[in-house]
């Protein structure tokens, strides 16, 4: 069904189910699974450098965390971070998809209404309107 995955996972308490769900349909289909976290640098002011607001540690070891319950499980995986600008994960994980050839693309959703993530700009919400592929929104 789906031989590459692109699993794009954050701090929420969504991550769990979508590592999950991507084990699933993985284990289903024998895939390969690219695990992502994007990092969003905050805007510092107009001269400064925009600054990382995340331990690096930290996001290392979830990436390495989720690529080993992959492992575990026997799928294969792979970690990947990557950094952009604040509001532009939609676009970087949609890039990832694409430069990665992921037959579908995994990711959370904090379950705001149509309305809120058109409001506020859910990075779920952009990444099913710039895919060119299927998107599995896992709540």
Do not use: N, W
């Amino acid at each position: 069904m789906y031989e590459r995955l692109l699993v794009a996972i954050d701090h929420s308490g969504m991550t769990g189910r979508v590592l999950e769900a991507a084990r699933g349909l993985a284990q289903l289909s024998d895939g390969e699974v690219q695990v992502l976290h994007v990092r969003e640098l905050q805007p510092a002011g107009k001269f400064a450098a925009p600054m990382d607001a995340e331990d690096s540690g930290e996001v290392q070891q979830a990436v390495d965390a989720a690529v080993s319950q992959f492992t575990a499980a026997g799928v294969k995986a792979h970690g990947l971070i990557r950094r952009t600008l604040y509001g532009y994960a939609a676009r970087e994980i949609v890039g990832c998809a694409s430069q990665h050839d992921a037959g579908v693309i995994v990711m959370g959703s904090k379950g705001h209404s149509d309305l809120v993530g058109l409001l506020l700009g859910s990075t779920a919400h952009k990444v099913i309107h710039l895919a060119d592929r299927p998107v599995l929104i896992v709540r």
